[in-house]
Structures are given as C-alpha cells and as structure tokens.
C-alpha cells in the first residue's frame, strides 16, 4: 500500500511539474516587467524593507544566522543581527536592480568625470585595462557579495571578450524571463553543466576571459578552509588553469551608500604549483577561497550567508 501511494505521488509530482514551471515562470516574467516599470532606486529601496521583513520568517534566516555564528564565534548576538539584517537587504536590493540590468550599468569610461552609480580605484583600471588589451586568456572570479550579476555587465560594457559560467533556475520559463535579461550586455553565457568545462576551456583557448561565482558549496569538490571550518570547492577554476595557463584576478562589486557601487580587481592570485611543477588544485581553489573570505570579512552584510556552508 505504501509502496501505491509513493507511485501515485512521484506521478503526480511528474505530471503538475510543467504546470508548476510554467507558474513561476509566469511569475518571474510578470515581476521582472512590473520592477521595469519604477523607478529602479526607489524599488531597490522598497524591495529591501520587504526581504528585510520576510526574511525572518524563512529556514535561510536560521541557516544564515548559525553561518554567521560558525564564522564569527567572537560576535555578540546583536552584531550577528545586524549583519543578517543586511544580508537580507542586500538581497531584496538586488532582486530590484536584477530587472534594470541592461542600464544599471552606467560608467562612461571616455567620460569619467560624468556622474554614475560606479566607482573605480585607479589600480583596478590599470589592471583591467592591461588584461583587456594583452590579447591573452584570463581567468575571474566573483563571490555572492553586494550585487554579483554587475561584474559580467562592467566587463562587457568596456570592451572584454567575456565569457560567463551561471546556473539555470529550475523553472524553464524562469529561466528564459531571465536569460533574456542576463544576454543584453553580458557576453557568452555559459550554462553549468556536463559540457562546461570544455566550452569553458575552448573559449580561454579562444584567447576569451573567463568569469565564475567561486563560493558555493560543490559536494564533489575539493576540501578547502574558509573562516577556519572545512568546506567543498569547485575544482573547476584550477583545473581549467591546468589546461589553459593564464593570469587569475578576483572581482568584486561592493555596495556603497546612495544606490552606488565600487568595483574592484584583485591583483593576480598567482596558482599553486606542486613538486613537480604542476598546478596543484586544491592548494591553488585554496588560495582564491582565501581571497574571497578576506573580502567577506570586511563586507560581512553584503554576503549571501543563507546557505549551508559547512556541511
């Protein structure tokens, strides 16, 4: 009899799925078109207090907060909420900037002195710069820290041959709401998936630049230290290095008071090689894991800290 009920259920699961994706999808669209529709600061603004609210009644305000308490023992209960706090405006923000992408983007580098949302050091120009014009392959990695989808549209909007790893919503319909959105400025969007690596391999063979979100937990990854507790890295980054050797930079888009932004590129993350000379996966998705955790620790509210880290 249980074993009835269980095939009923997955049937039925199977059989409301499409009906299912197409609701969020629909979803997803009619929200995307109606952020469209106002004013992009003011929404950003109103989207914050909302997650702000909302966010403490979901699992992930409890998943963040234990995050929070595993990396900062030393933190008092105040500090952790007020951090949480942020983390969940910081989201809500980006939910409403997500929809203005495609003019969010707003720095006229021929005319620097004009006003705009984004900031630059003037090393960070240097560097991407040099790295836009040497003809070579390169590699960039970003975290879950202020608002993660503006460093593929500051790529592309100043001339770099750029191509994009992302992960697909499970809903298709969402997915495609949100492509069509990603594709206005963002370069080649690459899918994670099976075949990844290798397009991703092509493309810095191609002399194209790479870029990556590195912080996520990847089950089959390789072990790494972050806030002094164990955790799984995506491998993938050193393994496409070993392929493809080329420089390695970090970026990172931290979010300023005023609806404004400061980017910023890392000096090279130079890799980790082994006794034999080869690159050395774990040592090297260590040293860029390093990188990503210094930056956490100076804008700990602008992490997504909602998922499980450590497991």
């Known amino acids: 009899m249980n074993r009835l009920l269980l095939r009923i259920k997955a049937r039925l699961r199977d059989a409301l799925k499409p009906v299912g994706d197409v609701a969020?999808?629909?979803?997803?669209i009619a929200l995307l078109r109606t952020t469209r529709l106002f004013d992009p600061d003011k929404t950003a603004?109103?989207?914050?207090?909302?997650?702000?609210?909302?966010?403490?009644?979901?699992?992930?305000?409890?998943?963040g907060r234990e995050n929070l308490k595993a990396a900062f023992p030393e933190k008092s209960p105040v500090e952790i909420e007020k951090i949480l706090t942020g983390v969940w405006d910081n989201l809500g923000r980006i939910g409403a900037e997500?929809?203005?992408?495609?003019?969010?983007?707003?720095?006229?580098?021929?005319?620097?002195?004009?006003?705009s949302r984004i900031e630059f050091s003037e090393?960070?120009?240097?560097?991407?710069?040099?790295?836009?014009?040497?003809?070579?392959p390169a590699i960039f990695f970003a975290s879950h820290l202020g608002n993660w989808e503006l460093p593929a549209l500051g790529a592309v909007a100043h001339g770099l041959d750029a191509a994009i790893l992302f992960r697909r919503p499970n809903s298709e319909a969402a997915d495609r709401a949100i492509e069509r959105i990603r594709a206005v400025k963002m370069g080649t969007l690459i899918p994670a998936g099976p075949d990844a690596p290798?397009?991703?391999g092509q493309a810095l063979q191609n002399g194209q630049h790479v870029a990556m979100l590195v912080d996520q937990w990847f089950g089959k990854g390789v072990d790494v230290t972050f806030f002094g507790r164990k955790t799984k890295a995506n491998p993938a980054l050193a393994?496409?290095?070993?392929?493809?050797?080329?420089?390695?930079?970090?970026?990172?888009?931290?979010?300023?008071?005023?609806?404004?932004?400061?980017?910023?590129?890392?000096?090279?993350v130079k890799p980790v090689r082994d006794a034999a000379g080869q690159i050395d996966v774990q040592a090297t998705m260590q040293a860029v894991t390093s990188v990503v955790e210094g930056w956490v620790r100076e804008y700990p509210d602008q992490w997504l800290w909602l998922h499980r880290r450590w497991r």
């Open 45 to 63: 603004n109103s989207l914050g207090r909302v997650t702000r609210f909302i966010g403490r009644f979901l699992r992930e305000d409890r998943i």
């Open 24 to 28: 969020v999808g629909g979803l997803t």
């Open 123 to 136: 090393r960070s120009k240097e560097l991407f710069n040099t790295l836009r014009d040497d003809g070579k």
């Open 239 to 268: 393994r496409l290095v070993r392929q493809v050797e080329c420089p390695i930079h970090g970026v990172r888009i931290i979010r300023l008071p005023n609806h404004r932004f400061l980017a910023e590129l890392s000096e090279e």
């Open 98 to 115: 997500f929809a203005h992408l495609d003019h969010i983007w707003d720095y006229d580098a021929e005319h620097p002195d004009k006003p």
């Open 198 to 200: 290798f397009k991703l």
